[in-house]
Nanobody
Framework: QVRLVESGGGLVQPGGSLRLSCAASGSIFSINAMGWYRQAPGKERELVATITSGGSTNYADSVKGRFTISRGNARNTVTLQMNTLKPEDTAVYSC??????????WGQGTQVTVSS
């Protein structure tokens, strides 16, 4: 089993930055890809960014050039650096981790609000 704990959400003004972190515990040796989804009120959940165990990354078009996903050296943490934030980035951001034996695990979600 993989347990994920997120941190780093909050309130920021447009144009500002936030860093989200997600720490995995449990069967972390089996984790392949990790990433972040977000869901705004009244909208469908959106895949924001992913990173594989080999370091390959993928981003939603809406965040390319502004967000950067990375994994820690121990491969049990994933960070989402969010720059030049816009009001439309406001959402609950959830971390996930994929592993062959446990499937997809989810964090509890963290609120990001971009507002002046």
């Amino acid at each position: 089993q993989v347990r994920l704990v997120e941190s780093g959400g909050g309130l920021v003004q447009p144009g500002g930055s936030l860093r989200l972190s997600c720490a995995a515990s449990g069967s972390i040796f089996s984790i392949n890809a990790m990433g972040w989804y977000r869901q705004a009120p009244g909208k469908e959940r959106e895949l924001v960014a992913t990173i594989t165990s080999g370091g390959s990354t993928n981003y939603a078009d809406s965040v390319k050039g502004r967000f950067t996903i990375s994994r820690g050296n121990a491969r049990n943490t994933v960070t989402l650096q969010m720059n030049t934030l816009k009001p439309e980035d406001t959402a609950v951001y959830s971390c996930y981790a994929d592993a062959p034996w446990t499937g997809r695990s989810w964090g509890q979600g963290t609120q990001v609000t971009v507002s002046s």
